[in-house]
Every structure is written in C-alpha cells, then in structure tokens.
C-alpha cells in the first residue's frame, strides 16, 4: 500500500544521503521524495511516498527513527493529512490550441507562466493524481517536458510534526 | 586554552579514559601520531593490516565495558578497516574509529589517498563525523563515545582532514552531551512488564532465548535469576553464549544451524517465548513459515525497535535497556502470589529431556587413529578450567568451539557472528588479552582463516600477548566443503588449501613457539604444555580428521525441527 511519510531532519551534510542510503541497502521503494529546510534552519523537512506490505512499512519507520540525524518520523497516511505535489510543464501551443490550452489550464486551477510563440509553461499544483489528469486531458504529443517536485505532506488540524 | 587538533584527539582520548587505542599511521594522521609520540597515557598498539586494528578493539571492547577505538589513516588505511567497521556494527561493538582525511582544501579533487569514508562506511556504523574545523573535534568525540556505547551498541567513525588536526581551537571537554534526535531506551513500561510477567506465569510450555544483546548489555545475573525463578528452559544464540552459564541443567544448548536438538525443538514448540536481546535471524530459526506454523506467542525484549517484529510476528513487544527491564520483570514477579505451574512445568520437561536424550546435546564419535577437532575443544575446556577468553574466525571451528567449549560467563566467547568475518580470531585475540592481562586467551582458528591475519603474530610479539593459538587444521576449508558435501554433490571447488606453510616454522619464524600435532593421543599433553607457557605464544597445528562435519544441522531455508543429526547420514 501506498505511504506518505513525513521527517524532521537535523540540516546537516549527508542527512539526506543517509536516508537514500537506507532506502536502497534495505531494498525499499521510494516512489518520490522532497526535502528543504524549514522556519528553523537547523532542520529539514522531508516527505518521502513509499510502498509495502504493513511489516515493511513498520520497518521502514523504525530505520528511520534509528537514524541519529532524524528528529522524528510520522506516516501521515495513518491519519488525515494533506498531500500537494508542484508540477512545471511545458506545452505546444500553437494557433487555435492556445486558447483551448488557457482554458484547461484555468479549469485546473493552474497559471501561465511563461509564454512564447510557441510554447506555455503551466504551473500546477495538487495531489499527484490531479497532476496525472491534467497531463492526460493536455495529451503526451503536446508536452514538450515535465517536471514534478513529488509530494509534499502535513497532518489535518492539530496533527502536527514539530520538536 | 588553544591546542593544535591533534593535541584536542589525544586529550579526548584521555578524557574518555582510554588506555590501548589500535591503529597504523600514515600521512593522513601524522599529527595525530606526533602527539601520541609525546604523551604515555594512551597507549598505542601497532597493528600489522589496519583491519587487524578495528578487530583488536572489537576484542578489546566486547572482553571488557569499554569502547574499543581504532586510528586508521585516510584511503586504504581507512578501506582496509572497512571489514573490521562492519564485524562490529553487525554484531553491536560499541567502538570508536578515528580515521584521518585529506586536508580540507583537497577533498573531491581524488588527492592522494582520498577516499570518501563518511561515504564508504555509512552502511555500516552507527553513525559517522566529518570534522571540518577543529573547534568541533572535542564535542564530535564525546558525541561518538556516547552513541558507540548507549542504546544498541556500534561503531562510530570520525574522519578528521590533515589540516583540521593540524589547525589550533580552544579546547573544553564537555562535561555531557545531548543530542536532540536520539534518546536511547531505559526503563519498560511497566503495564507491558505486567503483562510480559503474567503471559510467563500462565505459561505451560515456556521457553527463554537469549542473545548478544544480554552480554552487551550486562544483564547476565538478572537473565540467570529470571531463569530460576520461572523454572523454564534457556537457550543461547551464537552471540549469547556465556550470557547463561552453559553448565546449568536448565541451559539446553545454543540454537540454531548447528543448535542442540533439544533447543531447536523446544524453540519450535514452546507455548509461551519470552526472546530477549535476540533478533530472530536466519541462522537462529531458520524459515520463518516454519518456525510460524506452531502457535506461540512471543514476547520480545530489545533495545532496538527495529530489531522487533521484523522476521516474526511479536505479541508483546518490549523496548527497554535488558538489564532495567529484566530487573523490573524479576521484581513483578517475585512479588506477585501465582507460580508458575509446577505440574505443567514438569511435563514440559519430561519432553525437553526426551529431545535432549535424543539429540544427546553435542556429541561424535571419537576416533584414536585420527585427530577429531571436538576433541580438541573438550580438551581445550578441561585444560583450561572452562574459564579462558576464547577468540574464534569464521567457519566449522566455530561451531565446534561455540558447542564445546561450554561457557560459564559472558564476555568470554568472542566470534564474529553476524558478519562472519574470517580473520577476526587473532586480532580480536590481542586486544582481549591487553585489556585482560594475566587471563588466559586463546584463538581457536582453522589453517584457513589464520592465514586471513597472520602478519599479527608479529604485533604478538611486539606487545608480548601469549596467547594460545589453536589451529583445527584440516586442509580444507571446511564448513565450504560440508556444504559442497551436502549440497553440491561433492565437488569440491576452490576448498581444499594446497601448498599450506609450515605452521611451526612460521610461529618460530614470528618468535613464537610452534607445536605440530598428529595423533589423538597427544592432544592433551599438547594443549597442558602449551598453556604451562605462560608467556609464550604457542601456535598449535593441530591436523585433524578432514571429513568431519558439524552436526547437528538444520540446513539453509528449513525449519528448526528440519534438522540432520550426526546418525542421520
């Protein structure tokens, strides 16, 4: 099953290598991961989207919360959480499409960025699968190139992650 | 106070009371060594091969309380002690590894000697430092000596840049540290006690399996009272070996690959486990299907989170420092009006001694006209009272000495368990009898693993370290063969040593004693004489029987009652 699991990491040279690290010595799916700092720059904030049986992923959270540079560890798919995902994507846009592509992008809430005689670069935000059917209504043989940040989470209400 | 990088290593070294620190010089850490050179609290002990260096302080730390620490130089200083990093971080050695780096202004441009070792030994520590400014050494140091001997023990690596050791920076040494990201175990929960105490006392077939975790964690005398009290069988794992004292009736043997019978079966069949600093692993239950398919529940204490529930499904697990937590069971249960169940507690028995007449605990068939290596364990045990620290490397000697040789107290059985490290014994060896002066010590070894590090009977003799060498030589290496015997239809490939040194010559040659046995009947004589030279190293070839196999066995993949014994082929 599909995970989202959120850390707070010490902002330190390697921090992040040593989760990768973990990832790929214990054979564990890592199907996207984001990482920057936060308000408190001693730490990061990282949000990794995994996959696994419940064993696996019971694993995967105690690894993490073995390492010495990780603060604290929550999967926030145990409870109710928000997941947004950042998308830059460059189209085709050429003659009568322009304004059908301007359409799409407002009813998906997404905003020109960049425009040139030729090409619109959208911004997109949302959960990946909105993301997935933008891409799918916009149609593969006008994108010209796509770049997703991969999913960022926080906890619903008073779930919080903070030291 | 302004001291050079150098000078803040060598004070935290003496700060954290370190008397013997192993290690090999080079450029990387010449300014580290100069003032070494200049100071005698710390002594220094030059290895030969830089893995030589990390297994001595392996010794040092897992004969001892302490943290062992090793100073390597940067490049293949640092590779070379890879192996040794990884034996301890696999078997939980609380140890220290300074390992010296290129200058600063040199990393990432491939400098002489520079390798990446934050990177290369990340998989296999604890935790790792790169000190970029020498006014971080002194807190960088008490932080690795904390986490390399609190919570679950484990190498801690500092690599140190030339430049850094060579820079000045006022030294303080923190008087404590506390690291926000890690907060190792104390006490368990007291509710999870309760229960844990009530599971065992309703028990009708208890069983108790103990591992390293209990040597590590001094929790010897609370696991043997714990024992007593309830009246249940004892199992040791490879690693716990000693943490129970073997000559006990309630002691069934280790367990595992090559447990006794009746361990494995009373694992397999028990209603009620109470595991303790012990992690299920492959060696010690063999298939997991199998080992689920009788129902039990499991209680399961460990200092490592991560180390429950990850092969087996655990009913009550327990995170807690094992010494606080068997204390705390101890006391609910002494103080609570059930007993554990006399009469069931008796019928179990019947049947734990059934299995034990069966399996017969260890046994072979000795032989007059050829040497068997078990032999030469029972003998190394009668010789030396049961009572010596005793290094193995990797392979049947082992087994044979981990089976034979029964150990009465922890601390004095030293393997490389987990990672399976031939070369360890010797080493290990050395630093074991620097911090135990005046104990005897002996490596058993195969002709195999010996030659992995041999170039340290030259460190031996250096230091003076009379240990007692036993090498089971048997010209092939020999748990390879038995599994070429039984699994690959006897073809032997790449197992049998040719053109094997004179094993007696080469002691002598190293300024040793040497002694070749042949015969049954001089094992005993051999071993007395050899231990009667209280300040010799004695390197003992002893040429046993090739064909022996080490029984019993439960093979790869199977199940613990799956096992072969020794009348089965």
Known sequence: MRHIISLLMENEAGALSRVAGLFSARGYNIESLTVAPTEDPTMSRMTIVTSGSDAVIEQINKQLNKLVDVVAVMDLSE??????????????????????????????????????????????????????????????????ETVRTGASGIGRGDRILKL | MELTGAEIIIRCLQEEQVEYAFGYPGGAV????????????????????????????????????????????????????????????????????????????????????????????????????????????????????????????????????????????????????????????????????????????????????????????????????????????CTNTLMGLGGFPASDNQFVGMLGMHGTYEANMAMQNCDVLLAVGARFDDRVIGNVAHFAEVPRKIIHIDIDPSSIAKRVKVDLPIVADLKLALGELLDVLKSSKQKPEAAELASWWKQVNEWRAKGGGMRYKNSTEVIKPQYVIETLHKITGGDAFITSDVGQHQMWAAQYYKFNKPRRWINSGGLGTMGFGLPAAMGVQLINPGETVACVTGEGSIQMNIQELSTCKQFNLPIKVLALNNRYLGMVRQWQEFFHGNRYSQSYMDALPDFVKLAEAYGHVGMLIENPADVEPAIKEAFARKNDLVFMDFRTDSTENVFPMVPGGKGLSEVILAEDL
């Open chain 2, 30 to 233: 010449l300014f580290i060594y100069d003032e070494l050179f200049k100071q005698d609290k710390v002594k220094h002990v030059l290895v030969r091969h830089e893995q030589a260096a990390v297994h001595a302080a392996d010794g040092y730390a897992r004969s001892s309380d302490k943290v062992g620490v090793a100073i390597v130089t940067s490049g293949p200083g640092l590779t070379n002690a890879v192996t040794g990093i990884a034996t301890a971080y696999m078997d939980s050695i609380p140890m220290v590894i300074i390992s010296g780096q290129v200058p600063t202004y040199a990393i990432g441009e491939d400098a002489f000697q520079e390798v990446d070792a934050v990177g290369i030994t990340r998989p296999c520590v604890k935790h790792n430092f790169l000190v970029k400014d020498p006014k971080d050494i002194a807190s960088t140091i008490k932080k690795a000596f904390y986490l390399a001997k609190t919570g679950r023990p484990g190498p801690v690596l500092v690599d140190i840049p030339k430049d850094v050791s060579n820079q000045k920076a006022h030294f303080e040494y923190p008087a404590s540290v506390s690291i926000r990201s890690y907060n190792p175990p104390g006490k368990a929960d007291s509710t999870q006690i309760r229960h844990a105490a009530q599971m065992l006392l309703e028990a009708k077939r208890p069983m108790i399996y103990a591992g390293g975790g209990v040597v590590q964690g001094d929790a010897s005398l609370q696991l043997i009272e714990l024992v007593r009290l309830l009246g249940a069988p």
């Open chain 1, 79 to 144: 409870g109710e959480h928000l997941e947004r995902e950042l998308m830059l994507v460059k189209i085709k846009a050429k003659g009568e499409d322009r304004d059908e592509l301007k359409r799409m992008t407002d009813i998906f809430r997404g905003r020109i960025i960049d425009v040139s005689n030729e090409t619109y670069t959208i911004e997109l935000t949302g959960a990946g699968s909105k993301l997935d059917n933008f891409l799918e209504a916009i149609g593969r043989e006008l994108i010209l």
